[in-house]
């Protein structure tokens, strides 16, 4: 078999997504997801200029191979941009793996481990009260674990909120939006949150927070702290990791467990928090890792250091890449749960897919290859739109993470 052609397909069905589709002189073709948020175009021009001509007459089955041609073979390489344009790539080849023995890619991967891969969902609400209510939602959906953000009172707004009562969405059109952030206000506040919530749900339902990188490593050893009667799945992202060694003052001071990993691109990136137990849960999802080919190995990895993996599975991931993390999930041993968050109808409909949700787990389904197609026609009726994440500042002014 062979590789014979490749193009990018965008579109914006409520948020923009970049799709990569590649085609065999079997008359196979493979999907693989390039969506990086806000960041879309560099991707896509990426793809087309850069490794799409490399592509052409390739074997679609020699995909070790061919990651590694655009690994080691690229001088300039690692990095959000070129791994979402590798990992579109590979995720492709699986499909048409799949596709060309008609088998699903789990089976691919080492089978089935499990019946069912556990998600959790995302609860917000303006206030304590809300978020409250929220989570006794998705609890009466069936789900077994829950995301609860609540909005921070004297903060105007806070990551993880939702403007509207629609899908939580922070890309926005026109120019980055700026929030405001005050470290304090939220340290009091979460602990609040979760004193109400076990108060209210018992102990039974898994609840999980998500500080998106705003905290030192002190800090967030209190919150950890702070948390621990509430027993959290997990805290995800309290520090940045670009100082992966941050994370052992984290380690010394909290038994709550830690998640980390969804802006990394490389096994490399979480070299010394998996190899030095800092962390519980890697994040790291198909498509930003450089695809199933490169997960696969931090996967195993991870394992051997005691570390579960918990794929990001945020709205600006494709179903193509919700389809690819659910194969992945349910064949490796060192699951611990993957992020689910509902894409809108119309996205949906552009990407039919053959994964669902059934009592607080997803199912890949049965389809051949990673089950998803693209309805291209529908998808031209949604154009591209210029988007970007919000940045962050602190109460003074001063820029913060975002
Ligand atoms: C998560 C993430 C998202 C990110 C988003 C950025 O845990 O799902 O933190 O909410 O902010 O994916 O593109
Ligand atoms: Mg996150």
């Not at 998705?138 to 903060?155: D, E, H, M, T």
């Not at 929030?179 to 602990?191: A, D, F, M, Q």
């Not at 950890?224 to 509430?230: A, D, H, I, Q, V």
């Not at 945020?314 to 699951?335: E, K, R, W, Y």
Request: charged share 20%; with cysteine; glycine share 8%.
């Amino acid at each position: 078999m062979k590789i014979t052609d490749a193009k990018v397909l965008i579109t914006s069905p409520g948020r923009n997504f970049v799709t990569l589709k590649i085609y065999t002189d079997e008359g196979i073709y493979g999907l693989g997801d390039a969506t990086l948020n806000g960041r879309e175009l560099a991707v896509a021009s990426y793809l087309s200029e850069h490794l799409i001509p490399c592509l052409i007459g390739r074997d679609p089955f020699q995909h070790e191979d061919t990651w590694q041609y655009f690994y080691r073979g690229a001088y300039w390489r690692r990095g959000p941009v070129t791994m979402a344009a590798l990992g579109a790539i590979d995720l492709a080849l699986w499909d048409i793996k799949g596709k060309a023995l008609n088998t699903p890619v789990y089976n691919l991967l080492g089978g089935k481990s499990r019946t069912g891969v556990m998600v959790y969902g995302h609860a917000n609400g303006k206030d304590l009260e809300e978020t409250v209510d929220e989570v006794g939602k998705y609890i009466a959906l069936g789900y077994r674990a829950v995301r609860a953000q609540s909005g921070i009172p004297g903060i105007p707004s806070t990551y993880g909120v939702a403007k509207g009562k629609f899908h939580y969405e922070p890309a926005e059109k026109g120019l980055p939006p700026e929030n405001i952030w005050s470290t304090e206000k939220y340290l009091l506040h979460v602990p609040k949150l979760f004193e109400a919530l076990r108060l209210k749900f018992g102990d039974d339902v898994h609840l999980l927070h998500d500080s998106h990188h705003r905290l030192s490593p002190i800090e967030a050893a209190r919150l950890g702290k702070s948390l621990e009667p509430y027993h959290l799945f997990w805290l995800e992202d309290a520090v940045t990791a670009e100082l992966q060694e941050g994370f052992r003052i984290v380690r010394q001071h909290t038994t709550t467990p830690l998640a980390l990993g969804e802006v990394f691109n490389t096994i490399w990136d979480a070299q010394t928090v998996i190899s030095e137990q800092l962390i519980d849960y890697i994040r790291m999802a198909p498509l930003h890792a450089g695809g199933l080919t490169h997960l696969k190995k931090v996967a195993s990895f991870a394992e051997m250091y005691h570390v579960l993996t918990g794929c990001h599975g945020a709205t600006d991931l494709s179903p193509v890449s919700m389809a690819a993390a659910l194969h992945f999930d349910i064949s490796v041993n060192n699951f611990g749960i993957q992020e689910y968050m509902l894409h809108t109808k119309q996205t949906d409909e552009v990407f039919p897919h053959s994964y669902h949700f059934e009592a607080g787990f997803l199912h890949p389904g049965d389809a051949p290859g990673l089950g998803v197609d693209y309805d291209e026609k529908l998808a031209s009726t949604f154009p591209y739109e210029r988007a970007y994440l919000p940045v962050n500042r602190k109460l003074d002014g001063t820029m913060f993470d975002w």
